[in-house]
């Protein structure tokens, strides 16, 4: 690991953002602005007896408004003034650094612990869950940074908890860029309406045959976990999952996450035939995890004609598409000199 | 005034909700990066957002939770609360495009009364977005 890898690393587990409380309380005219902009109907947010109706004390805000009460408003965005101790502001520093300087949003998870009512006083604390290494997207190399942003009322009760992913990357050239780029740029191959045209982005790789029977390995990835089947009788590991232990016969499972490290047990290079979803040639192995099982894979970050049998690799999450995140591996360390 | 809209009991696991398409009209992502108080150039200043890499102004995603929540109470009815939004965004909402919602119930909770909604928004060029909603729904009347 670099030097830089390691300074970036550091930041993992640490407070971005002492909390401090949003500009404004909950209050009716920032609801109404939002419920007008958003046209959202419902009428809990602006009449109180209606929303009486519904068995609440009085109105209440939308939920989804919840990181509006915090963000830093326009003085502050124009003109941003870092003070001392602000973690954001030395994270993306170090980000710059790295080439890092744009930035889009990919993913907000909500977990809302009650409604707001107008007199709240929200305020949000953000620390690194976990910073990606360096990722070739559509609009460019970057790393996506998440955080968890816990935001609490004026009494330091917590009324909802965020999970938060963005990717900070390096812009390509114009000429480098896709026709269109998309605000989760990663993931090229997200247009499934798009017609197959020659000057469109690439089509979507192959939908796996998801069943109620490995529907959780696959969810588990979503979450960039990797996942492998054990039998909760006796113990065995196994993969590809099924409904029974081909070892002792039970119906019985759980899982354990995978630490992510392996070698190639076996590889071919795909030339042919074509397919629209995949750069040719494309290199697709089995690797072998620590663990013991395998799994069928593809490799990255290497060339068709480095890879040797028994290579150290190292667990990567490929963004495929909004709907499909796969395992896949790089070379554990970097490759000998011939 | 009387409790409208759904009932625990009355949801079942796969049902569809109605779709929604929604106009992306350029004042519409202006006005709405505003209500949430998010002042990136991106989302308002069409010139600055070709210079960093877009085709234009696109919608900002406090925006892309809001109408994700505005859609699931909708058919949910007042008496629902937003318990979880979580969402992942694919290609861009830009002006002059239409997004259309679709979402089917995909799980339910008994004991906290609760729905899981399986949500997705997309535009011409494929899926805006992609995520969950859960709320609580009201049963027997009572909320």
Request: hydrophobic share 40%; with cysteine; net charge negative.
């Amino acid at each position: 690991m670099n030097e830089y890898e390691e300074r970036l690393r550091s930041w993992v587990g640490r407070e971005l953002s002492v909390p401090k409380p949003g500009q404004d309380p909950v209050n009716v005219p920032m609801i109404r602005h939002w419920v007008e902009a958003m046209a959202d109907p419902n009428p809990v947010y602006l009449d109180e007896e209606a929303a009486r109706a519904t068995g609440r004390d009085g109105i209440v805000a939308p939920a989804s408004m919840m990181q509006a009460w915090t963000m830093r408003g326009y003085a502050a965005t124009v003109n941003p003034r870092p003070g001392a101790g602000d973690g954001m502001a030395e994270l993306i520093a170090l980000l710059d650094e790295g080439g890092y300087t744009s930035v889009v949003a990919t993913d907000s998870e909500f977990e809302f612990h009650r409604e707001l009512v107008p007199g709240d006083h929200v305020s949000a604390g953000e620390v690194v869950e976990a910073i990606s290494p360096e990722k070739n997207t559509a609009l460019g190399a970057g790393r996506f940074i998440t955080t968890v942003r816990t935001y609490r009322d004026q009494d330091g009760e917590v009324v909802a908890v965020q999970r938060w992913r963005t990717l900070r990357f390096r812009p390509k050239a114009p000429q480098e860029r896709p026709e269109a780029p998309q605000e989760r740029p990663e993931a090229p191959q997200e247009r499934p309406e798009a017609p197959q045209e020659r000057e469109k982005p690439r089509a979507l790789r192959p939908r796996p045959a998801v069943n109620l029977d490995n529907a959780f390995w696959f969810e588990a990835a979503r979450e960039h976990r990797l996942v492998v089947q054990r039998c909760a009788a006796c113990k065995a590991l196994r993969h590809p999952p099924g409904p029974c232990c081909p070892q002792c016969g039970s119906f019985d499972w759980d899982t354990v996450d995978s630490a992510g490290d392996g070698h190639v047990y076996s590889y071919v290079v795909n030339h042919h035939p074509p397919h629209p979803a995949f750069d040719m040639p494309y290199i697709v192995a089995v690797v072998e995890l620590a663990e013991g099982t395998r799994l069928i894979t593809n490799l990255t970050g290497v060339a068709p004609e480095e890879v040797e049998i028994g290579m150290p690799v190292v667990l990567e999450w490929l963004e495929a598409d909004p709907e499909l995140t796969l395992p896949v591996f790089r070379p554990a360390a970097p490759r000998k000199e011939r | 005034m009387i409790l409208t809209g759904r009932d625990y009991a009355d949801v079942a696991v796969g049902e569809e909700l109605p779709e929604l398409s929604i106009p992306l009209t350029r004042t519409m992502i202006v006005a709405t990066a505003i209500a949430s108080r998010d002042y990136q150039d991106v989302h308002h200043d069409p010139g600055l957002a070709v210079e960093r890499g877009s085709r234009d102004v696109f919608m900002n995603i406090l925006t892309t939770n809001g109408l994700v929540d505005r859609y699931a109470t909708s058919w949910a009815g007042p008496a629902a609360r937003v318990r979880a939004i979580r969402i992942r965004l694919g290609a861009p909402n830009y002006p002059g495009d239409t997004m259309t919602l679709t979402g089917t119930v995909s799980a339910k909770d008994d004991a906290a009364r609760r729905v899981e909604i399986a949500v997705r928004g997309t535009n011409s060029l494929g899926a805006h977005v992609t995520g969950t909603v859960v709320i609580e729904l009201p049963e027997g009347g009572r909320p």
